[in-house]
T-cell receptor, first 114, second 115 residues
Framework: SQKIEQNSEALNIQEGKTATLTCNYT??????LQWYRQDPGRGPVFLLL?????KEKRKERLKVTFDTTLKQSLFHITASQPADSATYLC?????????????FGTGTKLQVIP | NAGVMQNPRHLVRRRGQEARLRCSPM?????VYWYRQLPEEGLKFMVY????????ESGMPKERFSAEFPKEGPSILRIQQVVRGDSAAYFC?????????????FGPGTRLTVL
């Protein structure tokens, strides 16, 4: 069965620096991959989606890369701000032609220090 | 366009009672998912429903748990004879109909506490 790994330890970063979060997976070839943000006591919020045939996707200060050979996605937040502090979840879409369901990783907690 | 709504936001039950959690998907969305989350843990998939159909209930315990998404009205997650281990946050998400990309829109969650 597929396995998703995100850094279980919290990531602390100084304000203004670039935060990089990692999502690795095994035994799977997802048609797409998503990143969500979750704040304490709230439901996750969709941020970005990247398809298997895309290498990189950007949205404002966010950038996602997707390496299907390494089976890895990197999520970058440039010029990080304290308001970016949250838990970030990686989610794998189904394999191409597979049934419609995403599988979530356990998330990485990001703390941006002023 | 209102987002996904869940109620109640907080629910306290004693052991042995029943818990009913409600989820109203976004307008036009016909897919509903239920997840469970324990503190400091990830989202655990429970069940995926479309209108009047359970598509995948592989993450839902066979005993005491059931879910429905009727033609009219909200989706209901029902937990019978609750135990302390059922205490968790339960999130509902919805997505629009059709094949392809499944971006999920989450509700605020229901926090269940079993005394």
């Amino acid at each position: 069965s597929q396995k998703i790994e995100q850094n279980s330890e919290a990531l602390n970063i100084q304000e203004g620096k670039t935060a990089t979060l990692t999502c690795n997976y095994t035994n799977y070839s997802p048609a797409y991959l998503q990143w969500y943000r979750q704040d304490p006591g709230r439901g996750p919020v969709f941020l970005l989606l990247i398809r298997e045939n895309e290498k990189e996707k950007r949205k404002e200060r966010l950038k996602v890369t997707f390496d299907t050979t390494l089976k890895q996605s990197l999520f970058h937040i440039t010029a990080s701000q304290p308001a970016d502090s949250a838990t970030y979840l990686c989610a794998l879409g189904p394999e191409t032609g597979g049934y419609q369901k995403v599988t979530f990783g356990t998330g990485t907690k990001l703390q941006v220090i002023p | 366009n209102a987002g996904v709504m869940q109620n109640p936001r907080h629910l306290v039950r004693r052991r042995g009672q029943e818990a009913r959690l409600r989820c109203s998907p976004m307008k036009g969305h016909s897919h509903v998912y239920w997840y469970r989350q324990l503190p400091e843990e990830g989202l655990k998939f429970m069940v995926y429903l479309q209108k009047e159909n359970i598509i995948d209930e592989s993450g839902m315990p066979k005993e005491r748990f059931s879910a429905e998404f009727p033609k009219e009205g909200p989706s209901i997650l029902r937990i019978q004879q609750v135990v302390r281990g059922d205490s968790a946050a339960y999130f509902c998400a919805s997505s629009p109909p059709g094949q392809g990309i499944d971006t999920q829109y989450f509700g605020p969650g229901t926090r269940l506490t079993v005394l």
